[in-house]
């Protein structure tokens, strides 16, 4: 029994699925059959969420349809805004108002009588959450600056108009673009932990909020979501010292220190969206303050081009670049997180909709290792 254990379930095949395969050694992520690299480049945020939820990428009837769906349900219910704006008073962490957030959505689901199975409804539930969420987390930023929430822009796409409500101000091209594609290298990843954690929701054909709640739930964890965030803390950190990149990588490690963004589950060379997102920052810095980027780069020459660190399987991640462009962007870092849900709600309801249409509730095994044969002993005689 003992051989057959596999700890985090490592490289158990629990389910099939068409909708992301990621190949480790190559570097390679497609979605569909479309490499992340063509996505990124040609399309939107919601042609890809379309091409997850439906299997083919949208022609341009189907896409403004699609589009003009998920921006009828943008706006979420007054007491949604309420509840953010009392955990902004609380200071709530933004995961905790996102999880929150979700949960309170299907108190104002219009379908909430729909049967368990019936996979149509629960996709258009997924739709309006997928809608609903940017909403939310841009209300809570809005109120932890004190300022009030500002309305879903009608023209602008789903990225956009987040940096719209967040900042009041259309964002540029560049800006948008470049927001546009982080939402898309991050929209799914196989069965990484957040998406496992609600398929395993979904397969007991709980609806779709718990699931996407759940999924909202894994990724609050450090070992899940939050890497880039700890990627820009350490760039300040290094920008406020009297270091150069190089030579602070080599006293934290030195120290024992494990530099953030580097090495990955599943890649043993560098992350293709690690590799995008490394241009959109370079196009940031030409633009803006370059020294985010110019660190960047110094240190991942540092660790993989003197230190060897890639033929040793640990290379940058997407978290590497992510955390300096979305602050390039203005965005606030304890909101990173809840962006990466905010673009994986796409891959959670994809996925959780793929496997019910299949559905075997999942029940794994434990390898039991307590006590045998105790005795029981009556309280009195304790």
Same mark, same amino acid.
């Given at each position: 029994?003992?051989?057959?254990l596999?700890?985090?379930?490592?490289?158990?095949l629990?389910?099939?699925?068409?909708?992301s395969?990621?190949?480790g050694?190559?570097?390679?992520?497609?979605?569909?059959?479309?490499?992340?690299?063509?996505?990124?480049?040609?399309?939107?945020y919601?042609?890809v969420?379309?091409?997850?939820?439906?299997?083919?990428?949208?022609?341009?009837?189907?896409?403004?349809?699609f589009?003009?769906?998920?921006n009828?349900?943008?706006?979420?219910?007054?007491?949604?805004?309420a509840?953010?704006e009392?955990?902004a008073?609380?200071?709530?962490?933004?995961?905790?108002?996102?999880r929150?957030?979700v949960?309170?959505f299907?108190a104002?689901?219009?379908?909430?009588?729909?049967?368990?199975?019936?996979?149509?409804?629960?996709?258009?539930?997924? $739709?309006?959450i997928?809608? /609903?969420? *940017?909403? &939310?987390?841009?209300?809570? #930023?809005?109120?932890?600056?004190?300022? %009030?929430?500002?309305?879903p822009?009608?023209?602008?796409?789903?990225?956009?108009?987040?940096?719209?409500?967040?900042t009041?101000?259309?964002?540029?091209?560049?800006?948008?673009?470049?927001?546009?594609?982080a939402?898309?290298?991050?929209?799914?990843?196989?069965?990484?932990?957040?998406?496992?954690t609600?398929?395993?929701?979904?397969s007991?054909?709980?609806?779709?909020?718990?699931?996407?709640?759940?999924?909202v739930?894994?990724?609050?964890?450090?070992?899940?979501?939050?890497?880039?965030?700890?990627?820009?803390e350490?760039?300040?950190?290094?920008?406020?010292?009297?270091?150069?990149?190089?030579?602070?990588?080599?006293?934290?490690?030195?120290?024992?220190?494990?530099?953030p963004g580097?090495?990955? $589950?599943?890649?043993?060379? /560098?992350d *293709?969206? &690690?590799?995008?997102?490394? #241009?959109r920052?370079?196009?940031?810095? %030409?633009?803006?303050?370059s020294?985010?980027?110019?660190?960047t780069?110094?240190?991942e020459?540092?660790?993989?081009?003197e230190?060897?660190l890639v033929?040793?399987?640990?290379a940058?991640?997407?978290?590497?670049?992510?955390?300096?462009?979305?602050?390039?962007?203005?965005?606030?870092?304890?909101?990173y997180?809840?962006i990466?849900?905010?673009?994986?709600?796409?891959?959670?309801?994809g996925?959780?909709?793929?496997?019910?249409?299949?559905?075997r509730?999942i029940?794994?095994?434990?390898?039991?290792?307590?006590?045998?044969?105790?005795e029981?002993?009556?309280?009195?005689?304790?």
């Open positions: 029994m003992a051989d057959d596999k700890k985090g379930l490592e490289g158990v629990v389910a099939e699925s068409e909708l395969s990621i190949d050694d190559e570097g390679r992520l497609i979605y569909r059959g479309y490499t992340i690299d063509d996505l990124a480049r040609g399309a939107s919601e042609e969420v379309y091409l997850l939820w439906h299997g083919h990428l949208p022609n341009e009837d189907e896409l403004a349809a589009t003009e769906s998920i009828e349900e943008r706006r979420v219910h007054d007491d949604v805004l509840t953010m009392r955990l008073d609380a200071d709530e962490q933004p995961m905790a108002a996102l929150t957030a949960s309170m299907s104002y689901e219009p379908e909430v009588d729909a049967e368990p199975d019936d996979l149509g409804a629960s996709l258009r539930k997924g $739709r309006r997928a809608a /609903k969420v *940017p909403t &939310a987390l841009a209300a809570f #930023e809005r109120y932890r600056l004190g300022e %009030e929430p500002v309305d822009h009608p023209d602008l796409g789903l990225a956009a108009n987040f940096l719209y409500m967040l009041g101000d259309e964002p540029d091209d560049v800006a948008a673009e470049t927001f546009d594609q939402l898309i290298l991050h929209a799914d990843h196989g069965l990484n932990a957040s998406t496992f609600s398929m395993v929701i979904g007991t054909m709980a609806d779709i909020y718990s699931a996407v709640t759940g999924g739930c894994a990724l609050s964890g450090p070992l899940h979501g939050g890497a880039n965030q700890d990627v820009m350490v760039l300040m950190e290094i920008d406020e010292s009297d270091l150069d990149p190089r030579d602070w990588v080599e006293q934290a490690t030195e120290e024992g220190r494990r530099i580097f090495g990955h $589950r599943v890649y043993n060379v /560098k *293709p969206r &690690a590799k995008i997102l490394q #241009e920052s370079e196009e940031l810095a %030409e633009t803006g303050d020294k985010w980027y110019d660190i780069t110094t240190i020459g540092y660790l993989t081009d230190k060897g033929e040793k399987g640990i940058p991640n997407v978290d590497f670049y992510s955390g300096s462009v979305y602050y390039q962007l203005g965005i606030p870092i304890d909101m997180t809840p990466f849900a905010m673009s994986r709600v796409g891959g959670w309801v996925h959780v909709l793929e496997y019910q249409e299949d559905n509730l029940r794994p095994r434990a390898q039991y290792t307590g006590p045998e044969d105790q029981f002993v009556p309280i009195e005689d304790r």
